[in-house]
């Protein structure tokens, strides 16, 4: 067993006493093999000294258990690091963001406390996830569908907190967006109920989000600021029907207008399924729909277009509703593009039929899946899988010449520093007015190859933020290097984090270093960095 | 505290001809190579890495082609929530990756594997926490 850093081997026993005592002793892990577990798979330091190791994992069952966990840590400065289901792999998975943290798996903790079908809602624990979920919803016959993301084994509560997405309609894709209360533990162990939940007695929780005075909730967003041990999300009631259709646009100059005018629609609540922007004329001849190449000059791409007769630019539209509102939602948006031609995908009836079970994307329909595993496996296309990936993945603006702009200079980037891309998404909007580029880069289990790969992302992150392009999310190798670049007057940002940081855990237990925040103790010994 | 060895007391002694193992199929990998006496409760074979014999057993056999989505939620995962079960698998090890980290969640393990031909490999699966033990 190892020692968390800065502490003596007689303190961290102390602490482990106080837990077992708390959790029982077979929920309290300290071996070599039981802490292996909570490595991260897709570390990118992996058998590295910097490598972010678990000195020890507890499994509570109960928020009090939590409550008591926390006290013996905050009392004896034991760094405690929770995680939902730690299925997070390619943003850090189980792995503390600090070494020699404690793990506090949360994954026993998997109650479905409540679903309230007349209010489309639920609340749950952090162990629960979307798999569980889907599975309670449909041994009760409910109506109400999950958004989930792809794959779909992680918690709702984590994926959530992390910033998560999906692919089904507005809110409901967002998933932070789409809780309404929450219930954390806090570093001394005292317990917060956000919103309506703070008023007993109140049977609002769910339905209204802010409460009384400042909103508290966004605190909790990829935070080191407690233990969130319930969250209630809203759900979508199941529509009647889903449709898809594609407007194609023939020119290069075509782009900026599409993209302005489909978010006016989305806006506008014309459409709420998730857009998508591809180009037929890049992708042509069965080329993966998710690596966008580099973009041609518009010379060039023009005239690849007019010698295939394929559109320069498509954009997919979703909508989930009644049949006859889709009908004419979709005959209005047609009206927004005269000079466009349009391709009709699919009208799915609900609920899904046997039948079209087997050829739906199934995270469209919330119906969570493992497929995408299969799809990364060894085979004659794929001779040389990785170890696994990271994603990189930053917020460009959303406009047509944004678009154009970050994919050729990402692309061009990533070949000068020699940075293998897995996938280069086109342009996700998964939140709502915003576009986000999703890279997967391959790390592998060999030191030399992910030191090389560190430093030239670092330097990518750099190159990006020089263009006004910041990660939303990233792996803990880089929590850091991103957090730097919110850099507007002297780091505010950072510097305002840490000042509630230091207020709400003044003996930084929690989360050490995750998201670039750091307790004062750590910051005074220059942190990791 | 390690949770980690095999948890499967109540049919931990080998019984020879009687397991529910592969026996000497010779175009089938050998189970109790990896598993000495070991019951195993089922086997799950990924046809698209092991489209070879399936193992002659008393114990079920549960072939899938790629997408161990539908075969997990429905037939491993609800007796996961159970104590007890040793599974065994031929799979990539894509899959195998996947169902190591649901099992972990189930308090389970994987406690030996072995690389076979052309990207398969040969697991177990078992019970890795007292709560769980059959």
């Given amino acids: 067993m190892t020692t968390p850093p800065g502490l003596t081997a007689a303190v961290f026993d102390d602490a482990l006493r106080e837990i077992r005592a708390a959790v029982g002793d077979e929920w309290v892990f300290t071996t070599p093999a039981d802490t292996a577990l909570y490595r991260d798979a ?17 499994a509570p069952a109960t928020v009090e258990q939590v409550q008591a966990v926390t006290r013996a840590c905050n009392a004896r400065g034991v760094p405690l690091y929770p995680i939902s289901t730690g299925r997070n ?49 449909q041994s009760r016959g409910s109506r109400l569908w999950i958004d989930v993301p792809d794959p779909g084994w992680g918690s709702m509560i984590g994926n959530a907190l992390d910033f998560g997405g999906g692919y089904t309609a507005n809110p409901y894709r967002n998933h932070f967006e789409a809780h309404c209360g929450m219930e954390v533990v806090l570093a001394d162990g005292e317990i917060l109920r956000t919103g309506m939940g703070a008023l007993p007695g109140a049977q609002t929780w769910q339905q209204y989000r802010y409460g009384f005075g400042p909103y508290l909730d966004g605190l909790f967003k990829q935070s080191t600021l407690g233990i969130t041990t319930k969250m209630g999300f809203w759900l979508f009631p199941q529509p009647e029907a889903y449709f898809t259709a594609s407007i194609n646009l023939p020119r290069y100059d075509d782009l900026p ?70 009908r004419a939602q979709w005959a209005y948006a047609k009206s927004r593009f005269p000079t466009a031609s349009f391709t009709e995908h699919a009208l799915v009836k609900l609920p899904l039929s046997p039948a079209d079970m087997e050829r739906i994307h199934k995270p469209s329909f919330g119906i969570p899946s493992l497929e995408m595993f299969a799809m990364g496996a060894r085979s004659a296309h794929n001779p040389n899988p990785t170890d696994g990936h990271f994603w990189f993945s930053p917020i460009i603006p959303r406009t047509g010449e944004g678009f154009i702009a970050a994919n050729r200079i990402i692309r061009q980037t990533c070949q000068r520093l020699d940075i293998p891309v897995l996938l280069f998404s086109p342009p996700v909007s998964s939140w709502w007015r915003a576009f986000i580029l999703v890279m997967a880069i391959p790390v592998h289990k060999d030191p030399a190859r992910n030191q090389h790969l560190r430093a030239a992302v670092k330097e990518l992150i750099r190159v990006c933020a020089d263009h006004g392009w910041g990660e939303y999310r990233t792996a803990p190798a880089f929590h850091d290097a991103v957090m730097d670049t919110y850099s507007y007057n002297n780091h505010i940002v950072r510097r305002v984090n840490e000042r509630i940081k230091d207020a709400l855990d003044p003996n930084g237990i929690l989360s050490v270093g995750r998201y670039g925040v750091w307790p004062k103790r750590l910051r005074e010994q220059g942190g990791r960095k | 505290m390690s949770h980690t060895p095999l ?7 080998l019984k020879g001809g009687a397991l529910g193992l592969i026996p000497a199929l010779s175009s089938a990998p050998a189970w109790a190579a990896i598993a ?24 079920p056999v549960l072939p899938f082609d790629g997408d161990i989505t539908a075969l997990w939620y429905h037939r491993l995962d609800p007796r996961w929530r159970r104590p007890g079960f040793v599974l065994g698998g031929i799979t990539g090890a894509d899959t195998l990756f996947v169902l190591e980290q649901l099992a972990r969640t189930r308090h389970r393990a994987v406690v030996s594997r072995r690389p076979l031909s052309a990207g398969a490999t040969q697991w177990v699966i078992a019970p890795a926490h007292p709560s769980i033990a059959g």
Wanted: charged letters at 25%; proline letters at 8%.
């Fill in chain 2, 36 to 59: 000495p006496g070991v019951l195993i409760d089922a086997h799950v074979i990924d046809r698209r890495v092991w489209p070879g014999a399936l193992p002659r057993s008393d114990a």
């Fill in chain 2, 7 to 13: 948890l499967t007391h109540r049919r931990a002694v």
């Fill in chain 1, 89 to 137: 792999l390619g943003y850090g998975g189980s792995a503390p963001a600090y070494s020699g943290s404690v793990v506090l798996d949360l994954k026993r903790m998997d109650r479905v406390i409540e679903v309230d079908e007349r209010n489309g809602s639920c609340i749950v624990e952090p162990g629960v996830s979307y798999f569980d979920m889907y599975r309670h919803l």
């Fill in chain 1, 257 to 326: 207008m599409l993209v302005d005018t489909i978010g006016e629609l989305e806006n506008a609540n014309i459409f709420n399924g998730m857009p998508g922007i591809s180009s037929p004329v890049l992708f042509r001849g069965g080329k993966n729909p998710l690596d966008f190449p580099e973009i041609p000059e518009g010379a060039e791409m023009d005239r690849l277009a007019r010698e295939t007769g394929l559109p320069c630019w498509s954009a997919r539209l979703t909508f989930y509703g009644p049949e006859q509102v889709i």
């Fill in chain 1, 42 to 58: 897709y570390s990118l330091f992996w058998d590295e000294p910097e490598e972010r190791l678990a000195s020890a994992a507890v």
